[in-house]
């Protein structure tokens, strides 16, 4: 149903006739393609929930580059925070991984969360995030990620309630910022099925630090890259540009779906 909602929706706003409706019904077209985002929001984190606590949820360990995870991130974010006026930068405590052996699908959706809900509850100031490589003699090396903000903080008793489903920091949160609390929660059992953990430092107005970690896999003979900007280079290096003239579609599509509406 949500495919209908937001598909219609947006081909009303893409009509040739859309400036000349009166204004209101423009606004009224707008305000069901909000909230139909808002709604694949929730429904979406409900269902990730609900497959994790099920065990369904897939976890993959695939050869991925942490370094273009975080890039993707910032790119995805960067709108969200220059129309907020916020910096929003990336910077390595220590080398890298070129690659390192996890899931980066899940990986990006728990740093998107993240920086999502920096973004969100940062008015003045700067969003940074901090990636280091640990290698505890004792465990698997870690790749940490700190989200790192300069907004509204929290006490220690909202910490506390911040990774219970559908729990914000308090009920002024919710009236003010939206949201479902259900982001946090999901992240953290996501970084635990990597392989690590999510914690959190704060102090009221004085902006918050959200940590993830993840297991890299083995890292022998895998090159470390120091800075973003040589991971950038790195990345320039190894795309190849591919021939448009080469690409071609040919032959018949078969749409099946269950609802006429899509």
């Known amino acids: 149903p949500m495919t209908a909602i937001l598909g219609f929706a947006e081909l009303l706003l893409g009509a040739n006739d859309i400036d000349q409706l ?3 019904r423009v606004d009224a077209i707008r305000t069901i393609q909000r ?3 808002y709604l694949l929001g929730l429904i979406n984190d409900i269902l990730d929930l609900s497959k994790i606590e099920a065990g369904k949820y897939d976890i993959e360990r695939v050869s991925c580059s942490p370094a273009q995870v975080l890039a993707d991130v910032l790119s995805l974010m960067r709108v969200r925070a220059e129309a907020k006026r916020l910096s929003l930068s990336i910077e390595y405590g220590t080398p890298i991984p070129e690659t390192i052996r996890s899931d980066p699908l ?12 920096a973004v969100k509850f940062t008015e ?4 940074r995030m901090v990636a280091r490589l640990l290698q505890p003699p004792d465990r698997p090396a870690l790749l ?22 559908f729990s914000q920091a308090d009920s002024s949160t919710t009236r003010k910022y939206g949201g479902t609390g259900l982001g946090l929660t999901i992240s953290k059992r996501l970084a635990e099925m990597l392989g690590g953990d999510i914690s959190v430092r704060s102090e009221p107005d004085k902006g918050s630090t959200f940590t993830v970690t993840i297991e890299t ?11 973003p900007e040589e991971a950038a280079a790195n990345t320039l290096s190894v795309t190849k540009p591919q021939d448009s003239a080469a690409i ?6 078969l749409l099946a779906e269950d609802g006429p509406d899509n």
Do not use: Y
């Open 144 to 165: 940490q990620v700190e989200v790192i903000d300069t907004g509204i903080g929290m006490t220690e008793e909202q910490i506390a309630n911040l990774f219970r489903p």
């Open 22 to 24: 009166p204004p209101e």
């Open 217 to 227: 896999g083995k890292l022998e003979g895998i090159r470390l890259l120091r800075t």
């Open 124 to 127: 003045m100031g700067s969003v």
């Open 35 to 37: 909230n139909g985002e």
């Open 106 to 117: 899940r990986l990006r959706q728990v740093l998107v969360n993240l920086v999502g809900n």
């Open 248 to 253: 071609r579609l040919d032959g018949r599509i």
